[in-house]
């Protein structure tokens, strides 16, 4: 399935990668993931004494060797688990240029995801979103689902304003089953009503990662002489010598980084910011590392 | 202060362009399309304020620089008032010039005048163009010299090379005042008074306060540049007098003449040779060589003389040639006579004893010959008893001396002499009074004193008596060196001139006046060895009086047979009868006025380098006797007054206003800056003269200043607006 957003080198790495579930989340086969029930599955947990009428296949022989004692090995039931993508469509997202537009990289970084996914015979799910949702593709494990939203994502052109917050609520609300949550967004919306969507997914137990889709002018801000900024999402321009307010800006932004960040920590969201100057493969492979690393701890 | 260009001013409208642009400019705007709104919002409302204060910063900055530049092209000057100065930085220039005979001191081989005109022709060479120049020259008077259009420099650089020092002494007062005037009468803004001087200490301290005042009055309009021309010390010894010494000039003996010479300079002078002429003819013995003269030292040379003819006749004293050659000479005018009458009222005549009468040893001084030769004797004395005295006496006498004579009384000087006495002294002659106990205290002041005829010098007081074992004598040391009794005090070692060894047992006392009182008193030309007054004089009209207060007998002390009593009393009769040639003796300056015989005829004057003027009759007012007035005596020496084509006239002897000598030690620098209150711009005359001059001008020029302030704020402005982000 040839996709301007999937690129070989992204696909190979993250592939190889895996996208593991951290948390424990309910699935509907069997699968890599943990699934909060036990039994004969394939993660072993630990060994149990020989009952007559267990199964003899799971005795541990190397242990008899040792031991001479029959002991049974117990394992974790692993099930699958659906990964529903956020992707914010948003006017303010069309900023940048072709190498470094937001909208596209959030794009490639959804395609990317749900490849992963639907690889690994995890479900994904698709739901572009603005002022309210725009687009909703239902989880499916197929490749052909895959195919399906990366149609979708070709058609998709950035409009509306950003209201994640609401958003992030109803999807916790509807959403019952426990599974992956990626927000993939530029967050330009109020930090109190972002955290309490956030939140509220957490406490359904979703295990949710944001990735913080900014254009490095956003948070430089770069520019010098006269400017006008013509705001995307409402009808407002600010006229301004860009070099004078460059201070004020940066702090401003910084601080609401820093506040978003922390509320992702205190309520164990992952969170990963996206530079779209830095090539997607760099903070997507540092985060699926990361992933894996927690998920054998 | 004020603007050498100020129609530059206008440009300060320019301080408007920083403000329109301020409010009607409109930059462009590169439009960005942004999602990040709100961060902008914040940053941009945190920032308005600061931006804005630095914006308004900027435009005030950006004014105040257009204003500046305005003010620094207009080129403004540190001046009290601005006027239309349509000359731009063309100065008005008022040189004042002193005359006086100190500019003739030689130091080197030009003269302190020869330096000054070189400074003043320099400054004018380096005025800037358009300027004005009027040259003051300036003695103990001041007079505006030229030019008559003072934009003519030409004019003016002619004026200067042309002037001559006078014999005049310096005062400033009068040049300062001047050059005050002529500030007023010039145009410009920038006005300089240059005075051009050896700055010596006369100048500055005869009027001191008003010198001051006038000083403050030339600042508050320009600048004021004092000049020192000449900064050397300068050798010298003038002849500051000439008289005859203890006679009467008369023909037929030789006389002696005491010339006095001093030493005005700071060296010691020695090898001096002093020489006397009558008539620019040199006397027997006309030389007389003074060994050593410290600096400040006066010292009184006798040269004797026998002058054949009688009549009017100019001696001249004369010492060799030093640095400053105007008071090396010394003209007097003498009547020499054939005969000295002198008219003796003795108040205490005794014929059976004549040593007791009060004029035997008075008479007997006035003639120091054998009996057998007294006929041939100049001096022709004449006794009358008081009470014979009348004023028909008087008509033919050079001289009165009152012997212990009474006012009032049986036997007293009757009325009409008493009161022709006055008519007699205020003609030019003289009169002697002795003391005695004919001399009644309230008699005499009320008839000689200021409710009568005004002759007695001070109101007398009580006679007294000395003790007998301390008698009291003439103190030497109690004589002004310039009186005619000089010589008592300077030869100590003369039998003749021992004053302390007239003891005087019994005087008059005397009431001195109090300050105020001292304008129309006399003065006390010798005191006793107590303090107490001796001799009195009184000038009366153009004649004087002399007060003894002591008796001319044996009475009252040995006095009168003292050996210097015959000194004394023909020194106070040659000082008395020489007054009659005030009229002839003269200060240069002081105006020559006299009336011939001839009143019909016109005459002429003949100066002492030999130019000549017409005077024509002589003139007078209703009840001004007629006179010809020679007014131009700014040069000592002969002027000799006769009828238009003759040669031969009447002398009369014009001298060197000593007070120059006296005072030639120029005043420093700091010592003039405390006299006058503040610091005026000090030049010597030389290469730097107009360098510092233009350095005091520009100084007084702020466009320099204002420039570099200007630089300064505009690098400050572009730091701040690059600092800003708002750079033009």
Known sequence: MPSTYLQ????????????????????????????????????????REYAPGDDIRHIDWKGYGRSERYTIKQYEQETNFAAHILLDGSKSMEYGDRATNKLEYAKLLAATLSYVVVKQRDSAALNVFGADWRVELPASSSMANVNTILHTLEGIVPEDTTRIGPLLEQLADRVRRRGLVFIISDMFDEVDAVLKGLKHLRFQGHDVTVFHVLHPDEVEFPFTGNVKFDGLELPEEIKTRPHLIRPAYQRVVNDYLKELRAGCDAYRVDYVRMNTGVPIEQPLSKYLVTRLQMGRL | ?????????????????????????????????????????????????????????????????????????????????????KRGEAVDAVFVTDLSYSMNAREGAKTRLDLAKEAALKIIDELPANSTVQVITCTDRAVAAGPKSPRNLDQARLLIKNLQATQQSTDFLPGLTEAVAALGRAEGSAKEVYLFSDLQRGGWERESSAVRLKCDEIRAQGAL???RCG????????????????????????MPFTVLVKNTGTEPVTGLTVTLKVDGQPLDKDAQPIEKIAPGETKPVTLTGKIDQAGWRVLTAEVKPDQLDDDNKFDRAILVREKVRILIVDGS?????????????????????????????????????????????????????????????????PADFVQRLGEFVKDGHGLMITAGPNVEKGVYNRLLGPGGSGLLPMELGDAFEAPKDAPLFPDPASIDEKSFLARFRLSANDPFLQLRDAYVMKAVGVVEPKAEQLKDSGRVLMRYN?????????????????????????????????????????????????????????????????????????????????????????????????????????????????????????????????????????????QIDELLGFKPEHLTSGDETTTKAETVRSRNEWTVTALLALLLFAVFETALAWFCGKAW
């Open chain 2, 530 to 670: 107590d303090g107490r007054p001796a001799l009195l004089g009184k000038q009366g009209g153009d004649g004087e009086v002399l007060f003894l207060t002591t008796a001319v007998d044996k009475d009252w002390g040995f006095f009168a047979t003292n050996l210097t009593f015959q000194p004394f009393v023909h020194g106070a009769m040659t000082h008395l009868i020489e007054r009659s040639a005030a009229g002839f003796n003269r200060v240069a300056g002081e105006p020559i006025r006299w009336t011939p015989k001839d009143l019909n005829k016109s005459y002429q004057v003949t100066r002492p380098d030999g130019s000549r003027a017409r005077l024509g009759k002589p003139q007078g007012g209703a009840t001004e006797q007629l006179a010809l007035t020679v007014s131009d005596t700014t040069r000592a020496g002969v002027y000799t007054i006769s009828e238009e084509g003759r040669e031969v006239g009447t002398k009369f002897a014009v001298i060197p206003d000593l007070r120059e000598s006296e005072t030639m030690d120029p005043l420093p620098d700091q």
């Open chain 2, 349 to 413: 005549p005794n014929e059976r004893d004549p040593e007791k009468a009060g004029s035997y040893f008075l008479a007997h001084a006035l003639l120091p010959v054998p009996d057998e030769f007294k006929f041939l004797y100049h001096v022709r004395p004449t006794v009358v008893k008081a009470a014979d005295a009348s004023p028909g006496l008087l008509s033919d006498k050079e001289a009165c001396i009152l012997v212990n004579a009474p006012l009032g009384g049986p036997g007293s000087v």
């Open chain 2, 231 to 254: 900064t050397q010390a300068v050798r010298n010894v003038a002849v500051v007098d000439l008289k005859p010494q203890t006679d009467i000039p008369h023909t037929g003996s030789r």
């Open chain 2, 1 to 85: 202060m004020g603007f050498l260009a100020p129609l530059m001013l206008i440009g300060g409208a320019a301080a408007g362009i920083p403000l329109a642009l301020h409010f009607f400019y409109r930059a462009r705007y590169r439009p960005v399309p942004w999602g990040a709104m709100k961060f902008l919002r914040l940053a941009v409302e945190q920032t308005s304020r600061r931006l804005q204060f630095q914006e308004l910063v900027l435009l005030l900055l950006r004014i105040f620089l257009m204003m500046l530049l305005a003010v620094a092209l207009a080129r403004p000057v540190t001046c009290s008032k601005v006027t239309a100065g």
């Open chain 1, 8 to 47: 070989p080198s992204v696909l190979s790495r993250a592939e190889a990668l895996g996208i593991k579930a951290r948390s424990i989340v309910e699935g509907l086969r069997v699968g890599d993931h943990k699934s909060p029930f036990r039994g004969f599955s394939v993660e072993f947990v630990q060994h």
């Open chain 2, 225 to 227: 540049f004092l000049v």
